[in-house]
């Protein structure tokens, strides 16, 4: 079958940003591949910095890949013309990591969450008037938690778990395919984590929408995602679905990063959902793996590019992950 969505080895730089960079470029994100298909739900996660929302960008065609291509139901993005890419931008709904970013800070709640049905009216199999419009407003407002008196309100009159509530109820407004979250959560106490993991589950099984769920915090993804991808300095170390990878991670970063998983204070773990050492240095990546600074099983083979381990569904970059599980302890 087909997936939603397929990236394929997609790599993108940008200009380095430090003094005497001399116009070179720093390769974010370096030869990702993932799938999607319809109905499912991928968590990415990784370390703040790894690349997460380049890959956000890349894959709504916000940025152009250096190479690789983004396909969409089969078809490279890159190639559509203006009015096939408009289709494709309303079959995807976006939350950004600054849920603010997405309702206009002049205009009450519910303009912003009915602007991309209006922006998308002859894109939309049935155009509505603006009437209608509000209406979907209201109604998926609602939907979310947030009544008439909050919608009226503009972004800044509502708390951050509001406005990350109203961004979501925005970003399935033309009913897409596709929801993309960007970190949903991290801007959240614990409560309204729950609160927003349960909308966007609840979100995706009414209207079966695929979903790719940004974290990095691998544990909070846990029961909302069918897939994990862990990302490392722009590439994808392991993937796999959810529970066999929380079960039994197969990479070094992953286990790390699955180290906060045995601290029983949520405030300590999320202090915690980090990998031990240093972060890298786009402008100074390690040879070889780039995860060998900080890996507790480097050797001096790590110096090497890492070999792809693959055991069915699963899959780790790394030289050192054996076949046999017994071994992996
Ligand atoms: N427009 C840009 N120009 C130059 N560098 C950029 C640009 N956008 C991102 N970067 C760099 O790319 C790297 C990855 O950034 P990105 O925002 O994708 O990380 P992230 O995984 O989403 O992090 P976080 O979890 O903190 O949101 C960072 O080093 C960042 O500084
Ligand atoms: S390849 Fe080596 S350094 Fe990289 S994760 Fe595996 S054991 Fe660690
Ligand atoms: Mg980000």
Known sequence: MIPLLRLEGLVVSFPARRARAG????TVLRGVDLSLHRGRSLALVGESGCGKSTLVRALLGLISPDCGRVLWRGRDLAA???QERRVVRCEMGVVFQDPGCS?????PVWRSVAEPLRAHRRTLAAPMSGRARERRA???LARVGLDETLAARRPQALSGGERQRAALARAVATLPALLVADEP??????????????????MQCSLSLSLLLVSHDLV???????????????AVVERGPCAAVL????HPYTQALMGARLVPDPRRRMALARAPGEPPDFARLPQGCAYHPRCPRATADCRRE????????????????????LERS
């Open 23 to 26: 116009g070179k470029r720093l």
């Open 80 to 82: 559509l013309t203006r």
């Open 103 to 107: 309702l206009d800070p002049t205009l």
């Open 138 to 140: 209201i109604a998926l």
């Open 185 to 202: 959560l991290s801007a959240l106490d614990a409560s309204f984590q729950g609160v927003v993991l349960g909308l966007l589950h609840e």
């Open 220 to 234: 909070l993804v846990e029961g909302i995602a069918d897939d994990v991808a862990v990302m490392y300095a722009g």
């Open 247 to 250: 079960e039994s991670p197969l």
């Open 306 to 325: 890492p070999p792809v381990y693959r055991d069915g569904a699963r899959e780790a970059l790394c030289r050192h992950v054996s076949l046999d599980p």
